[in-house]
């Protein structure tokens, strides 16, 4: 698989953080994909041993600059198999960054926050009425039941 990119920023011999915690030793390639996005890729030191040219490529690597990534699934991993800056080269446009959305239009009450779940405090308020109501109607009927039985008994 290819992938273009343009640089961000390029970290050599760094501490790289595990996602699950920890960190350990290599190299951080931080860029732009072709649709914009902003894209990490991690190289642990280890790779370097078999792939020296990657290191030096990422070396020279600066901010701005284009590049194509080739990797090759190996089991369930993609693997870096090679970097070349792409300078000269014919190479799809990669935006600076993405363009914002547009504002969504919704005839949602004011207050509420536009994309949220969360209930405003009116809603919670409104809601903690409902639920005081079924309650006590809930007794009521739990109450007049008992009532209606003993009455029957007697």
Sequence with gaps: MQIYGKVIETQVDVQVAKKGGGTYPGCLLTYRDKDGKACEQAFHENVFKFKQHIKETLKLLSPGDTFMMEKEKQGDFWNVMSINKTDGMEVPHIPDR?????????????????????????????KQVYIVRQSSITASLGYFNLNKQSKVST
């Design 98 to 126: 993405v363009a914002a959305p547009a504002a969504p239009t919704t005839s949602k009450p004011a207050g509420k926050v536009l994309g949220s779940t969360y209930e405003t405090p009116e809603e919670r308020a409104k």
